[in-house]
């Protein structure tokens, strides 16, 4: 935000200006409670998109003076939805907006509900009560639904009561508050700086010319804004608003002429934010807990005075504010949440709001990422190759692309990304295929048919082996998609690969197939990607006995409430396998710390910056699986693990090696674990990082790496042609071996 500063003025015009502005804010009444009626429905209040329901308005069942609206289903309809609803044409300033009144319901179908609804426009935030599934019969009580306001994005407010599939429901004492207080209270947005509110969607910001002297400025923004942004008091304060900060000083730094003229207004625009101290007393720890740090030798590069690079430095050594306006870490682990605009309306071509997309995550992960230093190049680099890319990237299609190319350089499986379209058909295309393939020994491989498309001619089997694709070596397709797949290591990247390969833009997919040493094209049939449905095998039991006394249990299956039924099946049995190629259902090492477990050890230590400055990490305390336990099962304890065991798998897997003699057998995991956290980014989009760091008890690294097998077993072409699983062979085969 900008100060206003404000020059000395009599006292009489003071308290008219005071009295005309105090007015200006006044927020009127928009007959939320409904208790004005206009022709049979509460003033204001309409019909959306409702069939087959009636609306009444009722006496209030205890308050003679008042009324209750009453929304039923109507006799043999449909019954699919009845909303009233109110658009108040209001921005407000404030925390929190809480939209609250008293519902009954009766005979509300099992499959409907009956609820509020709150929603900040355009495409701001939404929250109703779906998840409550309030149906059925019941008396009056009191439920609401809140939102965190979000006025630099909002322009209006919608509130709706409605039911939800047949039957009835009564709404009564409605009332909308921001913080605590009517709304009728809050002040309306701005109340102060409305000059800044041209930026609130447009970054006022013209293309970009790609110069070189243009990227390296941009690229020296981005560090210092980030800078600016994370450690200065005022700005964590929540005193400065840094999106529109950055596009009110992107104009005057384009237009600067030389090194000298740059480098003042950089040193001008960091004091335009007010004076900072670094902080005397940093938290103490040793050096030992310190498990990473981020690198800020991009100060000691930059091609200006030593003043600049000592006042930045200073900076960088002040502890932020807490609470802080842009992050602040989840309870218990300590991973970051960030607290930014998603500027969903904001068109793709608006210059700024790309650029402000690539800044944002870049600081994100140069201050919040506990594994920078596993990514694919030097981050500092990564601004000055991805500025060209972000400014030059005009379509949907080039941006999403960008974006994914971009996240996939911190080498993590878990950035995954949310764009307008799930399936990234832009890039990928927005056909598929009705099989499923998988890199087995450097092959990609069939592995499993559909139900419906291969019925005539069946021209695929499973243990095909894919050549080529549309004409292109898969080889060559590894490197070119490569690009846009976010994976920790190359077994998560051949994990992912396949799906995106087998797309196309076109109703046929020309494939050249291997099969026993002789080669065929085939065209295969594709259809809309969201519209394929894959046959996968029946599921398996979450637990099975096999012969020669072994317990199976499939991790994906299993539930808390078949701990009971494995202990029970574990007695007198010769060994248990427990399969983690999937992701679990269950925190299963707690689950069992009574069952498998002999003894409590330390299991796994986490990093966080939590408490700390940001780019710097600490070691918690380690944290124990199991119990002291002397009847525990003696068996012999197996895990399975494979490319698709992830973050919580990985996780689990970790507590499970602490048994004596257990082992795990398969191949190389995808090595991303640790609580995720979310950037929003503009236009509606987000992604994610792995938010803290995870250690074996050593202190050695899981990211990336993934768990190492005792015994590494992948399956063969051979194997899957057979639908032979052999890492669960091989899992039998240790726990019958003498």
Same mark, same amino acid.
């Given at each position: 935000?900008?100060?206003?500063?404000?020059?000395?003025?009599?006292?009489?015009?003071?308290?008219?200006?005071?009295?005309?502005?105090?007015?200006?804010?006044?927020?009127?009444?928009?007959?939320?409670?409904?208790?004005?009626?206009?022709?049979?429905?509460?003033?204001?209040?309409?019909?959306?998109?409702?069939?087959?329901?009636?609306?009444?308005?009722?006496?209030?069942?205890?308050?003679?003076?008042?009324?209750?609206?009453?929304?039923?289903?109507?006799?043999?309809?449909?019954?699919?939805?009845? &909303?009233?609803?109110?658009?108040?044409?209001?921005?407000?300033?404030?925390?929190?907006?809480?939209?609250?009144?008293?519902?009954?319901?009766?005979?509300?179908?099992?499959? #409907?509900?009956?609820?509020? /609804?709150?929603?900040?426009?355009?495409? &701001?935030?939404?929250?109703?009560?779906?998840?409550?599934?309030?149906?059925?019969?019941?008396?009056? !009580?009191?439920?609401?639904?809140?939102? =965190?306001?979000?006025?630099?994005?909002?322009?209006?407010?919608?509130?709706?009561?409605?039911?939800?599939?047949? +039957?009835?429901?009564?709404?009564?004492?409605?009332?909308?508050?921001?913080?605590?207080?009517?709304? *009728?209270?809050?002040?309306?947005?701005?109340?102060?700086?409305?000059?800044?509110?041209?930026?609130?969607?447009?970054?006022?910001?013209? !293309?970009?010319?790609?110069?070189?002297?243009?990227?390296?400025?941009?690229?020296?923004?981005?560090?210092?804004?980030?800078?600016?942004?994370?450690?200065?008091?005022?700005?964590?304060?929540?005193?400065?608003?840094?999106?529109?900060?950055?596009?009110? /000083?992107?104009?005057?730094?384009?237009?600067?002429?030389?090194?000298?003229?740059?480098?003042?207004?950089?040193?001008?625009?960091?004091?335009?934010? #007010?004076?900072?101290?670094?902080?005397?007393?940093?938290?103490?720890?040793?050096?030992?807990?310190?498990?990473?740090?981020?690198?800020?030798?991009?100060?000691?590069?930059?091609?200006?005075?030593?003043?600049?690079?000592?006042?930045?430095?200073?900076?960088?050594? @002040?502890?932020?504010?807490?609470?802080?306006?842009?992050?602040?870490?989840?309870?218990?682990?300590?991973?970051?949440?960030?607290?930014?605009? $998603?500027?969903?309306?904001?068109?793709?071509?608006?210059?700024?709001?790309?650029?402000?997309?690539?800044?944002?995550?870049?600081?994100?992960?140069?201050?919040? $990422?506990?594994?920078?230093?596993?990514?694919?190049?030097?981050?500092?680099?990564?601004?000055?190759?991805?500025?060209?890319?972000?400014?030059?990237?005009?379509?949907?299609?080039?941006?999403?692309?960008?974006?994914?190319?971009? /996240?996939?350089?911190?080498?993590?499986?878990?950035?995954?990304?949310?764009?307008?379209?799930?399936?990234?058909?832009?890039?990928?295309?927005?056909?598929?295929?009705?099989?499923?393939?998988?890199?087995?020994? $450097?092959?990609?491989?069939?592995?499993?048919?559909?139900?419906?498309?291969?019925?005539?001619?069946?021209?695929?089997?499973?243990?095909?082996?894919?050549?080529?694709?549309?004409?292109?070596?898969?080889?060559?397709?590894?490197?070119?998609?490569?690009?846009?797949?976010?994976?920790?290591? !190359?077994?998560?990247?051949?994990?992912?690969?396949?799906?995106?390969?087998?797309?196309?833009?076109?109703?046929?997919?020309?494939?050249?197939?291997?099969? !026993? +040493?002789?080669?065929?094209?085939?065209?295969?049939? *594709?259809?809309?990607?969201?519209?394929?449905?894959?046959?996968?095998?029946?599921?398996?039991?979450?637990?099975?006995?096999?012969?020669?006394?072994?317990?199976?249990?499939?991790?994906?299956?299993?539930?808390?409430?078949?701990?009971?039924?494995?202990?029970?099946?574990?007695?007198?049995?010769?060994?248990?396998?427990?399969?983690?190629?999937?992701?679990?259902?269950?925190?299963?090492?707690?689950?069992?710390?009574?069952?498998?477990?002999?003894?409590? =050890?330390?299991?796994?230590?986490?990093?966080?910056?939590?408490?700390?400055?940001?780019?710097?990490?600490?070691?918690?305390?380690?944290?124990?699986?199991?119990?002291?336990?002397?009847?525990?099962?003696? +068996?012999?304890?197996?895990?399975?693990?494979?490319?698709?065991?992830?973050?919580?798998?990985?996780?689990?897997?970790?507590?499970?090696?602490?048994?004596?003699?257990?082992? @795990? @057998?398969?191949?190389?995991?995808? #090595?991303?674990?640790?609580?995720?956290?979310?950037?929003?980014?503009?236009?509606?989009?987000?992604?994610? /990082?792995?938010?803290?760091? @995870?250690?074996?008890?050593?202190?050695?690294?899981?990211?990336?790496?993934?768990?190492?097998?005792?015994?590494?077993?992948?399956?063969?072409?051979?194997?899957?042609?057979?639908?032979?699983?052999?890492?669960?062979?091989?899992?039998?085969?240790?726990?019958?071996?003498?």
């Amino acid at each position: 935000m900008r100060k206003v500063i404000m020059p000395l003025l009599l006292t009489f015009v003071l308290a008219v200006f005071i009295s005309v502005f105090t007015h200006a804010q006044q927020v009127k009444s928009y007959n939320v409670d409904q208790q004005i009626i206009k022709n049979g429905l509460p003033a204001g209040w309409f019909k959306a998109e409702s069939r087959g329901y009636s609306f009444n308005i009722e006496k209030h069942s205890t308050q003679p003076d008042k009324t209750q609206l009453k929304i039923s289903s109507i006799a043999d309809s449909n019954g699919y939805s009845g &909303v009233l609803m109110l658009n108040i044409p209001e921005n407000l300033e404030g925390e929190h907006i809480f939209f609250e009144g008293r519902i009954k319901t009766e005979n509300i179908a099992p499959d #409907g509900f009956a609820g509020l /609804f709150l929603q900040l426009k355009p495409k &701001v935030d939404i929250e109703n009560m779906e998840s409550l599934k309030l149906n059925g019969t019941h008396d009056w !009580e009191t439920f609401g639904v809140r939102l =965190k306001l979000k006025p630099k994005e909002t322009r209006s407010i919608a509130i709706a009561t409605y039911i939800i599939g047949k +039957g009835t429901a009564w709404f009564a004492d409605l009332s909308l508050k921001i913080d605590g207080k009517d709304y *009728t209270q809050a002040l309306k947005y701005p109340s102060i700086n409305k000059a800044d509110t041209i930026y609130n969607f447009k970054s006022q910001l013209k !293309e970009i010319p790609l110069t070189t002297d243009n990227i390296t400025k941009l690229t020296h923004t981005a560090q210092i804004w980030g800078m600016l942004k994370y450690f200065h008091p005022a700005v964590t304060a929540g005193k400065w608003d840094m999106d529109t900060e950055l596009f009110k /000083f992107i104009p005057h730094l384009l237009a600067s002429k030389d090194q000298s003229t740059t480098e003042q207004l950089f040193d001008e625009w960091i004091h335009h934010f #007010g004076p900072f101290q670094p902080t005397v007393k940093q938290p103490a720890i040793a050096q030992e807990q310190i498990a990473a740090s981020t690198n800020d030798a991009w100060i000691e590069k930059l091609p200006y005075s030593n003043k600049l690079k000592e006042k930045l430095a200073v900076l960088s050594h @002040v502890l932020p504010l807490s609470p802080n306006r842009y992050v602040s870490y989840y309870d218990g682990v300590g991973n970051p949440q960030f607290y930014e605009y $998603n500027y969903k309306t904001v068109p793709l071509s608006d210059v700024g709001f790309r650029l402000l997309g690539l800044f944002r995550y870049w600081n994100a992960i140069q201050y919040f $990422n506990p594994n920078q230093k596993l990514s694919a190049q030097p981050w500092d680099q990564v601004l000055t190759d991805f500025i060209p890319q972000f400014i030059g990237a005009t379509t949907k299609a080039s941006l999403e692309g960008t974006y994914l190319k971009l /996240f996939s350089k911190i080498n993590d499986t878990h950035a995954f990304s949310s764009f307008t379209d799930y399936y990234y058909k832009d890039i990928f295309g927005p056909r598929a295929v009705g099989f499923k393939a998988r890199f087995i020994q $450097n092959q990609l491989v069939v592995t499993a048919l559909s139900d419906d498309q291969f019925k005539t001619g069946q021209e695929l089997q499973v243990g095909d082996i894919i050549m080529e694709i549309a004409g292109k070596p898969v080889s060559a397709m590894i490197d070119s998609l490569g690009q846009y797949v976010a994976a920790s290591n !190359e077994s998560a990247l051949k994990r992912d690969l396949p799906s995106r390969m087998l797309r196309t833009a076109d109703s046929l997919l020309l494939l050249k197939v291997q099969r !026993e +040493g002789r080669e065929s094209d085939v065209y295969i049939p *594709t259809r809309a990607v969201e519209s394929i449905k894959y046959a996968d095998e029946k599921p398996n039991p979450a637990i099975r006995k096999l012969k020669d006394g072994i317990v199976v249990v499939d991790i994906g299956v299993f539930k808390d409430s078949d701990t009971q039924r494995l202990k029970d099946s574990l007695q007198g049995q010769r060994g248990l396998i427990l399969d983690y190629r999937t992701y679990p259902s269950a925190s299963m090492h707690d689950e069992l710390r009574d069952i498998v477990f002999p003894s409590e =050890k330390d299991f796994v230590i986490f990093s966080t910056s939590n408490g700390m400055r940001p780019g710097l990490f600490r070691y918690t305390e380690p944290v124990k699986a199991g119990a002291v336990n002397p009847k525990a099962f003696t +068996g012999k304890v197996v895990v399975l693990v494979n490319e698709t065991s992830q973050s919580a798998s990985e996780f689990q897997v970790m507590a499970f090696r602490t048994i004596p003699g257990s082992q @795990v @057998v398969g191949s190389q995991t995808a #090595g991303a674990d640790g609580n995720i956290s979310s950037v929003p980014l503009p236009l509606g989009y987000s992604t994610a /990082f792995s938010g803290i760091g @995870v250690y074996y008890p050593d202190k050695s690294e899981t990211q990336g790496i993934g768990i190492v097998p005792d015994k590494v077993v992948y399956p063969t072409i051979d194997g899957i042609r057979k639908h032979q699983d052999e890492v669960l062979q091989a899992g039998i085969d240790l726990i019958l071996r003498p």
